[in-house]
């Protein structure tokens, strides 16, 4: 899908901590990426493991106080969002980086009407008049296939269903033709039905437009229909990364690969599902070594538990925590192909 | 034998017009004519979108809604006919869990409390062997029993949804009824909760009503699944059945929409894409209320003829309309 090969975002050792009174969490501790022109980056990851905050970070869209951004860069076409200015940041978002929420119910306005709300973004970004805007909506609107789109301008929010608030939300978050748009469980309130509808509308404008999608979900069925690239997430930190074959197909770290066995897809029924014992980490207490140790089962007891895992390159495309568990899967992998 | 047989149950609920003195609207019908048997032991799965009356089909069932007409006959007694006090003595075998463990739980009881309550209420075991009886059941769903006199915002989602388990299976119950009980889990807990539902089921011979959206969970759980459409049902199948040869149009449709964790198989998959949104109960379409978004459906006659759920094999149910027929 990818039509060329250029970097659009490249964000480097971020770092995202909430400083509250229980303590410090560790939201997202140290996290590099990148994502290129045109292509789906799918995050994945457990409630909790940061696959939020740290897209929200980019956009300074996290409160702070207690949130901080302790360190790191993100450049998104030579500007550093994490340092620019408030001014410069407002120029970005909604305009050039847009964002899909995950509950269509709450991310709407319930006082305002729809078409108000769709060209919020044309009138503040583009100096349109309001009634260019108006029609751009409207269109818009026909896009992500709203039936009478004319009708549904003049409606409020609560009028419609979940699935055709995100339709709204979709027309309003590409109705400036970003280059990057970070969708954040755009699915998950929805139903499968709905959902595909969904998938498949955004994964035909982002053709069209030859947008870039950041994709958060925890659902990997999903990810795997949508996404070029996949990384995932645990307790703040990417502990594999790679193309989405890469992942689904040799997946080394032992999270991966208990994600993916865990998923009831996956399973033979009669059997007892697969399932991660434990709970995630706590983000407060300072994680030495790996942070997936105390639930992995893949571990061995002589294994030397490096203090920082680390991310080591595998493939070109595939890089995954350095971890005595990962590395043993990538040798045993190398020997069989 | 059938343990629960549930014949042309109706629930409606009543909907005001716009002002005073608007016309009077017929109440508006959740669960339309459904009729459905569950044996003894097994887990039935039931599936649909949401707003198909799947949750309000469950809470009918316990009668915690106001049913309108119908039979639901539990061991060939007809809950219909019970007064308040004959219900309250039949509930301890008939019991719930919830969706969402956030708010299924009090927040101001400690986990003793909640556990304490039915057993007490229900007078299931004496005071003295309360402690005991509750420690028992913290064992039973996999948490230490030191925990009890934590609140619930103390826990996370998976222990919170083994302790509304722990509740519901408090007072010994022969039939559960389990609305959504996963859904709201990540999927590394959800599988940890499906793994003690199943090895629960078998312990102590539960029969589960399995209430979901979520078809792989069901796959996985069920051995019957009974698909919902706007208040009817619309196919009754063992799970191996449905899933390698589904009849009807919407179930093919849903299935077709799971998304399936292997991008090969993604790719190359073709999808029944439905057109439009579900239909809404207040304003049903006319004859088969999934002709407007059916992909198969082929003269007008789907939308005048009303299609009822009809056996076509000595397990399965089909809607009689035309296009499950002409295959």
Not at chain 1, 6 to 35: P, W
Not at chain 1, 77 to 98: F, H, P
Not at chain 2, 106 to 115: A, E, G, Q, S, V
Request: aromatic share 6%.
């Amino acid at each position: 899908m990818t039509n060329n090969n250029e970097i659009l975002l490249q964000v480097d050792n971020l770092k995202t901590y909430f400083h509250t009174r229980t303590g410090c969490f560790r939201a997202v501790n140290g996290v590099s990426f990148h994502v290129r022109k045109g292509e789906t980056l799918g995050i994945v990851g457990e409630s909790g493991s940061g696959k939020s905050v740290s897209q929200y970070s980019l956009l300074k869209l996290i409160p702070q106080p207690p949130g901080k951004i302790e360190s790191g860069t993100a450049f998104f076409d030579g500007t550093d969002l994490l340092s620019a200015d408030e001014k410069t940041l407002r120029g970005i978002r909604g305009k050039r980086i847009s964002m899909i929420f995950q509950d269509p119910m709450t991310c709407l306005n319930p006082y305002l009407k729809i078409g108000d709300q769709i060209i919020e973004p044309l009138l503040i970004h583009h100096n349109y008049n309001k009634e260019e805007a108006r029609k751009k909506a409207i269109e818009a609107l026909k896009q992500v296939g709203m039936t009478s789109p004319e009708k549904r301008m003049k409606g409020y929010p609560h009028e419609l269903s979940g699935g055709m608030r995100q339709r709204v939300m979709i027309a309003m978050a590409l109705i400036t033709e970003p280059e990057l748009l970070i969708a954040d469980e755009p699915t998950t309130a929805l139903d499968v039905t709905v959902q595909a509808q969904i998938l498949d509308l955004i994964k035909k404008l982002q053709k069209e437009k030859n947008t870039a999608v950041i994709f958060i979900t925890h659902d990997l069925g999903v990810i795997a229909g949508v996404a070029d690239r996949v990384m995932v997430m645990y307790a703040g930190e990417i502990v594999e990364e790679g193309l989405t074959e890469e992942i689904f197909y040799s997946a080394c770290h032992p999270y991966t690969r208990a994600l993916l066995k865990s998923i009831p897809a996956n399973a033979q029924v009669g059997d007892e599902l697969f399932s991660i014992d434990g709970l995630p980490p706590n983000l407060s207490h300072k994680i030495t070594g790996c942070s997936f140790n105390p639930r992995c089962t893949e571990k061995v007891n002589d294994d030397k538990n490096l203090d920082f895992p680390t991310l080591t390159e595998i493939t070109k495309s595939h890089r995954v925590a350095n971890c005595a568990c990962a590395l043993r899967n990538v040798s045993e992998i190398e020997r069989n192909s | 034998m059938s343990y629960l047989n549930i014949e042309n149950l109706v629930t409606s609920f009543p909907v005001r017009g716009q002002g005073f003195f608007s016309k009077k609207i017929p109440d508006v019908k959740i669960i339309n004519n459904v009729s459905l048997n569950i044996k003894k032991g097994e887990v039935l799965g039931l599936v649909g979108e949401s707003g198909c009356g799947k949750s309000t089909l469950g809470r009918s069932l316990l009668r915690l809604v106001p049913v309108k007409s119908g039979k639901i006959l539990f061991n060939n007694d007809d809950l219909m006919n019970k007064n308040y006090s004959e219900l309250s003595k039949l509930r301890p075998q008939l019991q719930m869990i919830f969706q969402d463990p956030y708010a299924s739980l009090d927040p101001r009881m400690t986990i003793y409390d909640t556990l304490a309550e039915p057993l007490l209420f229900h007078n299931i075991v004496p005071k003295s062997e309360l402690d005991e009886e509750i420690n028992r059941l913290m064992n039973l769903v996999g948490l230490a029993p030191r925990y009890i006199k934590k609140y619930p915002h103390e826990f996370s989602g998976g222990q919170r949804q083994r302790i509304a388990i722990a509740r519901a299976l408090a007072l010994r119950p022969e039939f559960i009824i389990a609305d959504e009980p996963v859904s709201a889990l990540d999927v590394s807990i959800q599988s940890q909760i499906i793994n003690l539902l199943l090895d629960l089921k078998k312990k102590l011979n539960l029969t589960i009503l399995f209430i979901s959206h979520d078809l792989s969970v069901v796959r996985f759980i069920c051995d019957r699944i009974a698909v919902m459409y706007l208040g009817k049902i619309v196919e009754i199948a063992p799970s191996k059945e449905l899933f390698e040869n589904p009849i009807h149009p919407y179930t093919q449709a849903l299935l077709s929409a799971i998304p399936l964790p292997d991008p090969r198989k993604e790719k190359n998959r073709e999808r029944i894409l439905l057109q439009g949104e579900p239909p809404s109960h207040l304003n049903p379409p006319s004859g088969c209320a999934f002709s407007p978004r059916c992909h198969k459906k082929k003269d007008a006659s789907c939308g005048t003829r009303t299609p009822s759920l009809v056996q076509t094999s000595d397990t399965r149910w089909v809607s009689d309309c035309a296009c499950c027929e002409q295959r």
